[in-house]
């Protein structure tokens, strides 16, 4: 929703490039983002997260960087694969009015073979 | 070494039915989270539990939407009086703690005719 903004919408990439998907949260008191993906018809899964205190986490291909000033992070995933082709998305837990999370309202990614 | 389990995974009700729908979280995750996923769109919360404590219900789109979780272990989500802007997948998610890796279900697809 609003407390969390994602773009692009959909994305799509020759196999082999990189994908940048980048999102902006509104709650400076925000401390944890993660990053989830979810194929067609299956659940959301974990796939890299980040806490306030770094700016920037590495898993293989997939990086996740974080801008605390400007209140932005995006994912980074490198050396594209067909298997990569999924909806992404990002949240960020609300904490200075509760105990929210929001997520973005998702990014389509096509890695083209 | 079971995930999150949700049941039914289907549900069509006729509009005004009460429908109930249940979620198993992974064993000794403190932290319940249930959202509502519309077609194309990211998960949008509705509500939080630690242990039994309902911590926070402000996603709960009306106040036909009900949700408990008793004995800190299984949750349930009531939805009275179905209308069919209520048609979406409920998806349920456990962690460890609120900022940790959350673990979704597959998700109740809910038709409201």
């Known amino acids: 929703g609003e407390n969390v903004e994602q773009h692009p919408s959909t994305l799509s990439v020759q196999e082999g490039d990189s994908a940048v998907i980048k999102c902006t949260y509104s709650d400076s008191a925000s401390n944890y983002f993660p990053w989830y993906k979810q194929e067609l018809g299956k659940r959301p899964q974990l796939i890299i997260d980040i806490r306030s205190n770094v700016g920037e986490k590495k898993d293989q291909r997939i990086a996740v960087t974080l801008n605390k000033t400007a209140k932005h992070f995006s994912l980074h995933i490198t050396e594209t694969q067909p298997e990569d082709s999924a909806v992404y998305f990002c949240a960020a837990i609300l904490r200075s009015t509760g105990n929210q999370f929001y997520f973005g309202t998702g990014t389509s990614l096509t890695v083209i073979p | 070494g079971a995930g999150v389990s949700q049941s039914p995974r289907y549900k069509v009700a006729k509009r005004g039915q009460d429908v109930a729908l249940r979620c198993d979280p992974i064993?000794?995750?403190?932290?319940l989270f249930w959202y509502q996923q519309a077609l194309g769109q990211g998960p949008e919360f509705l509500t939080y539990?630690?242990?039994?404590?309902?911590?926070?219900k402000s996603g709960l789109p009306s106040d036909r939407f009900f949700a408990e979780r008793p004995e800190g272990s299984v949750s349930t989500l009531k939805i009275q009086r179905t209308q069919q802007e209520d048609s979406a997948v409920y998806l349920c998610?456990?962690?460890?703690?609120?900022?940790?890796?959350?673990?979704f279900g597959p998700g109740t697809r809910l038709t409201v005719l």
């Open positions: 539990f630690q242990n039994e404590a309902q911590l926070d």
């Open positions: 998610a456990s962690s460890l703690s609120l900022a940790t890796e959350q673990f």
């Open positions: 064993s000794g995750h403190v932290s």
